[in-house]
């Protein structure tokens, strides 16, 4: 299979899935046509790139439907030059779609495999401007802090304060929260001052468990 092949399928992904469900952000729809997702899910499943859902990327974990990395990426209403911080990224898709419309990328998963690799694709693809770490994404990035963005991709309890303290303050963040394995709901946060946060509900999710100190404790995966 060659990249015009490859090209066509992923401007057509973008008409029906992306742009045919209401996502408007110029910015975004820019983004979702740019990035090569062929070159981010596992060699056996590139045939399946554009498919209208998630797929397996290895270790348990999966690469988000192209529908549900837009609207997040959208929800989080990015100026362009933003600092932002992704946490869970796995195959690094996510992350190189918010590399095309914010400055900097700090972006956090807590299997080793799976962050060596997407650290290799996304280099590979020539997203500098996105940084891999290895730990436990909900304790963020400290030292980068405040971000104007946040994004989770995988679902949690609640929303950890360590990332709500690591918001600006007119920032937005994005996450899925409910239950462990039945469904979550896709939350946005925006940060109004130092002290108020406001919650929305963007409807409903399901995404793999974030483990970790403000996760769900770690199980079998
Ligand atoms: N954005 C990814 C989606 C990956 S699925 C993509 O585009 O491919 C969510 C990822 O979150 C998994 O790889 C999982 O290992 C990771 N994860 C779960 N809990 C985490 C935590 N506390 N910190 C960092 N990563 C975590």
New binding site residues.
């Given amino acids: 299979m060659n990249g015009p092949d490859f090209t066509a399928r992923r401007f057509s992904m973008v008409d029906h899935q992306i742009r045919g469900r209401g996502i408007v952000s110029p910015g975004v729809l820019a983004a979702m046509g740019r990035v090569r997702r062929e070159n981010f899910v596992i060699r056996r499943l590139r045939e399946q790139a554009y498919d209208d859902g998630p797929l397996p ?1 290895g270790q348990g ?4 439907q192209p529908y549900i ?1 837009a609207l997040m990426v959208e929800a989080l209403g990015l100026e362009n030059g933003a600092k932002v911080l992704d ?8 992350a190189a779609v918010l590399a095309c419309i914010a400055g900097e990328v700090f972006s ?4 080793a495999t ?1 962050a060596r690799r997407a650290r290799r694709t996304l280099l590979a693809e020539r997203f500098l401007n996105v940084h891999v770490r290895c730990g ?3 304790l963020g990035w400290p030292e980068e802090a405040p971000f104007q963005g946040i994004v989770v ?2 679902g949690g309890p609640g929303v950890p304060e360590t990332l709500k303290q690591q918001l600006a303050v007119g920032g937005h963040l994005v996450m899925p929260v409910g239950s462990e394995f039945n469904g979550q709901a896709l939350f946005r946060m925006t940060r109004l001052s130092r002290s108020d946060f406001a919650q929305e509900s963007l409807g409903g999710v399901r995404f ?1 468990p ?3 100190a403000a ?1 769900w404790p770690s199980g079998g995966d």
Wanted: net charge neutral.
């Fill in positions: 990327i974990q999966t690469i988000s990395v946490v869970g990224t796995g195959s690094g898709y996510g956090i998963e807590r299997l799976l436990d994404g909900t991709a995988a793999v974030l483990r970790g996760g």
